[in-house]
């Protein structure tokens, strides 16, 4: 019965490649989001997700796109794998934008 | 440029007393705020929010204040107990003419000691 889980969990991989991170909401929220956690602990927005417009962070690299097949879901796709991608990646849904957020626990990418 | 601040990387108190854990901002769009907390390897969890209308906004232990002139918002448990031991994270995020996507502090690691 989790609210918003993401998978997998944790990811290893080689510079190069390409990745995908698996987001699914059961709260029917309209709204989902990608977030960033890097070295320095911030939490940085990548994108937003609401009835089916996409808002970016413009400082977004375009090697990283979101796939939402459904309300329920927002996957996050990486290509070319760089060793600054290592971060803890966490997705998140909201009832509509900008109110409160309910996170998954996080996706930890490693890149080697 | 960081529109969310949270100076204090850390703050240790003791079992029973105040934790007061502060937040600045510099957006004056901003219109409502959020107070998330996360322990390791989990998500954050949304814990208390307050909108510019208001000052205050108390929700059990945790209370959150807003001072809009000094762009500045605090978080306030009392009697903090060992289980608040997490980061406390601020995000903010604008209303109408702003962005609604909240921006986040980079955090305040809250230790209670027993």
């Known amino acids: 019965d989790t609210a918003v889980s993401q998978t997998p969990k944790y990811l290893v991989t080689q510079m190069g490649n390409d990745k995908s991170i698996k987001c699914e909401q059961n709260?029917?929220?309209?709204?989902m989001y990608w977030y960033k956690q890097d070295s320095k602990k911030f939490l940085k927005i990548m994108f937003s997700?609401?009835?089916?417009?996409?808002?970016i962070n413009e400082t977004v690299p375009n090697r990283f796109s979101p796939k939402s097949p459904d309300k329920a879901h927002l996957n996050l796709h990486i290509n070319s794998l760089e060793l600054g991608d290592s971060a803890v990646y966490f997705c998140?849904?909201?009832?509509?934008?900008?109110?409160?957020?309910?996170f998954g626990p996080g996706t930890r990418l490693t890149v080697l | 440029d960081q529109q969310v601040k949270q100076n204090s990387p850390s703050l240790s108190v003791q079992e029973g007393r105040i934790s007061i854990l502060n937040c600045d901002y510099t957006?004056?769009?901003?219109?409502?705020f959020l107070w998330y907390k996360k322990y390791p390897a989990e998500g954050p969890t949304f814990l208390i929010s307050?909108?510019?209308?208001?000052d205050k906004n108390e929700d059990g232990r945790f209370t959150v204040f807003l001072n809009k002139s000094a762009k500045h918002l605090s978080l306030h448990i009392v009697p903090s107990q060992p289980g608040d031991s997490a980061v406390y994270f601020c995000?903010?995020?604008?209303?109408?003419?702003?962005?609604?996507?909240?921006?986040f502090g980079r955090g305040t690691s809250l230790i209670v000691h027993p």
């Open positions: 709260l029917g929220h309209d709204t």
């Open positions: 957006n004056s769009m901003f219109d409502y």
């Open positions: 995000a903010a995020r604008g209303g109408s003419g702003g962005s609604y996507i909240p921006t």
């Open positions: 998140a849904s909201s009832q509509d934008l900008g109110w409160e957020q309910f």
């Open positions: 307050i909108s510019s209308i208001k």
């Open positions: 997700y609401n009835n089916k417009e996409l808002i």
